[in-house]
């Protein structure tokens, strides 16, 4: 479950598309998967797509979102409120031990660990007003490069604002995208 807001078509022309919106994603509901804007995408070639991960510090607020299943993604007030940006839960095998994982990032002590991402591995080029692109979230990445993570050792992530860096630098390598029509 995680949170993108601020997306953004950057055309090769130097104009932008934007989409004023945060987009709610959940992995087990078929209905957050998609989105389709009332925007009409001009014509032209775009060089890439950005949004930010997770909901930046002056959207974030708590109270943003009434209802579920968006308000069950609210962040400890005691950390600062607002709302995570990604909750990642499962479990892993350690050693033939099966062993929960619960990987949650957000805001830390009203610190925005929310971070720009930029997608240029699927130009866009459109030669009508409607397109369909797929952003894809490789979940072993957010545990390798830069940093190596180590599920056994991701305890207390909420309130680590060390470990929420960590993650945050990961999440340059965890988005890919590409397009269809």
Known sequence: KYFVSDVTLHNEDGTQINFD???YVDAHD???????????????????????FGIDSAQNQTGIFPNPPQNLMEWPVTL???????????KFDS?????NYQTHTGPTDGID??????????????SCEQVT????MNINNWYVNPNTIDLNT?????????KQLLLKANG??????????
């Open 80 to 90: 600062g409120g607002g709302y995570h940006y990604m909750k990642l839960e499962g």
């Open 113 to 126: 660990n929310s971070f720009e991402v930029t997608l240029t591995d699927s130009p866009i080029n459109c």
């Open 154 to 162: 991701m305890t207390m992530i909420m309130g680590n604002e060390q």
């Open 95 to 99: 050693v033939n031990v099966i062993k």
């Open 172 to 181: 340059s390598n965890v988005f890919t995208s590409s397009i269809g029509k």
């Open 30 to 52: 078929e209905m957050t998967m998609s989105y389709t804007s009332a925007n009409k995408i001009p014509v032209g070639n775009y060089t890439s797509l950005s949004f930010t």
């Open 133 to 136: 692109i797929d952003i894809n």
């Open 21 to 23: 919106f945060i987009f």
